[in-house]
């Protein structure tokens, strides 16, 4: 899939989406440097220098991310130091070496007001701390180097880590009641699904005789579009458990953040571009938690 004696380095190796990614790309033939953050500090200017000097890398996937989008409202230097400071240092490696960059953003940097599915060219409106950080990490990577996908995404799970699944299935079985936002639409991504479609870009652009065509920002996520509650209702029923859930608003919730109402993502680029779609969110849903099941994760 690679020149041959080149890696793919994957940093945050260790988050929900970097483990995916890892065993996503590790079913292919290239060799997959898969750095957590005890590895490789992506705010270490002289690590991050080295890893790239002391091996011969094919493509960058930076997973590695500030992800506390409560915790970013009151540390506003360690998120923007790691979402865009440390990102813009990567993208001048990767342009000094000529690396394609892969890298996430978020459906948080929109909160534009519309409620339609949400098109690349759409207004951006990032309202919190942590939404501003990856804007800015965007738009470091846009001016520095042409040869990236930003790929914006949403409501991350996995069957393992901290994500709304996981903290759902640990409520849902200490208590018969529990209060769910339900004025927020966005569509779950299962982690597995946007690797795997990582994959299917990286051997289209590989296989591309003229690249040129493919660099630039995408939206991604599972198709469809539901609530947080209707998420939890789901979770419920996947997982048999009975939780007898209410519908609350995001300002009784009263998180640290503000989040975006509506943040449901359109995935037409990436269809008309790449010709790949995602499946429906509660297929995916299922899918993972058979998964976890399987695994005892
Ligand atoms: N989770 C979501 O719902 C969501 C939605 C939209 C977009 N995204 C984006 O998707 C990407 C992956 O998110 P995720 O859900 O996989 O998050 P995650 O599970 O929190 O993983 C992030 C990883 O980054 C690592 N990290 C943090 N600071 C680092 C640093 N300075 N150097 C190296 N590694 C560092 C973390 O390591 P430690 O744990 O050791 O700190 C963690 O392993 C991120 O870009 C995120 O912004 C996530």
Same mark, same amino acid.
């Given at each position: ?30 060799? %997959?440097?898969?750095?957590?953050? =005890?590895?490789?500090? *992506? ?12 091996? =011969?890398?094919?493509? /960058? %996937?930076?997973?590695?991310?500030? $992800?506390? %989008? ?28 000529? *690396? ?43 001016? $520095?180097?042409? =040869?990236? /996908? ?16 996981? $903290? ?16 927020? /639409?966005?569509?779950?991504?299962? %982690? ?27 939206? *991604? ?5 539901? $609530? ?70």
């Amino acid at each position: 899939m690679t020149d041959s004696g080149g890696y793919i380095l994957v940093t945050g190796a260790n988050g929900q989406l970097g483990k995916a990614i890892c065993s996503a790309l590790d079913t292919e033939m290239a060799p %997959v440097l898969a750095y957590s953050s =005890k590895k490789l500090d *992506i705010t270490n200017p002289d690590a991050v220098e080295k890893a790239f000097s002391s091996k =011969k890398i094919n493509w /960058l %996937v930076n997973c590695a991310a500030y $992800t506390n %989008v409560d915790g970013a409202e009151n540390a506003f230097p360690a998120a923007m130091e790691a979402n865009a400071v440390a990102v813009g240092h990567l993208a001048l490696i990767c342009r000094d070496l000529d *690396i394609p960059m892969i890298h996430f953003s978020s459906d948080y940097v929109y909160d534009n007001g519309l409620t339609r599915p949400l098109s690349e060219s759409d207004p951006l409106n990032p309202r919190s701390i942590y939404a501003i950080s990856k804007l800015a990490g965007e738009d470091i990577i846009r001016e $520095t180097w042409h =040869k990236h /996908l930003i790929l914006r995404t949403s409501w991350l799970y996995s069957h393992e880590g901290h994500n709304f699944l996981n $903290t759902m299935l640990r409520l849902g079985s200490e208590n018969k009641h529990l209060k769910i936002v339900d004025d927020q /639409l966005g569509a779950p991504t299962y %982690v597995a699904d946007l690797a795997s479609a990582v994959r299917s870009m990286i051997r289209i652009i590989e296989d591309s005789g003229d690249q040129s065509g493919f660099w630039g920002t995408y939206n *991604i996520s599972n198709a469809g579009e539901t $609530t947080w509650y209707a998420y939890a209702r789901a979770i419920f029923e996947f997982a048999s458990l009975d939780v007898d859930c209410e519908p609350t608003d995001t300002a009784s919730f009263n998180a640290a953040a503000p989040r975006p109402a509506y943040s449901v993502l359109s995935n037409q680029k990436l269809n008309d571009v790449f010709g790949l779609k995602l499946q429906n969110w509660k297929a995916a849903l299922k899918k993972c938690l058979q998964e976890k099941g399987n695994s005892g994760g």
